[in-house]
């Protein structure tokens, strides 16, 4: 099992900037991949970014330019740098580890942390 603790959530004004981070109960070297994801009231839930164990990442064009991912392998953590926020990114962002557990992925998730963008 892996439990995975999201902080840094907040409410900001637009153009501002904030820090997620998520803190996993194992060593993320052995994580798959991880990343984070949002969801906004109505709306499903959508990738926000994505990391390996190599280091390669992911942006869907919404954030590119605007949000970096990086992970702490010594930490155990892994950030979500947000600058240049807007309305629109106003969610609960949650925090996800992907595992390879005998070939087959599975996924972790963590309780979430309201972002809210709003002047």
């Known amino acids: 099992q892996v439990q995975l603790v999201e902080s840094g959530g907040g409410l900001v004004q637009p153009g501002g900037s904030l820090r997620l981070s998520c803190a996993a109960s194992i060593n993320i070297r052995s994580i798959y991949a991880m990343g984070w994801y949002r969801q906004a009231p109505g709306k499903q839930r959508e990738l926000v970014s994505t990391?390996?164990?190599?280091?390669?990442?992911n942006y869907p064009d919404s954030v590119k330019g605007r949000f970096t991912i990086s992970r702490d392998n010594a930490k155990n953590t892994v950030y979500l740098q947000m600058n240049s926020l807007k309305p629109e990114d106003t969610a609960v962002y949650y925090c996800?580890?992907?595992?390879?557990?005998?070939?087959?992925?599975?996924?972790?998730w963590g309780q979430g942390t309201q972002v809210t963008v709003s002047s």
């Open positions: 990391i390996t164990t190599d280091g390669s990442t």
């Open positions: 996800n580890a992907r595992l390879k557990v005998l070939a087959v992925l599975v996924d972790y």
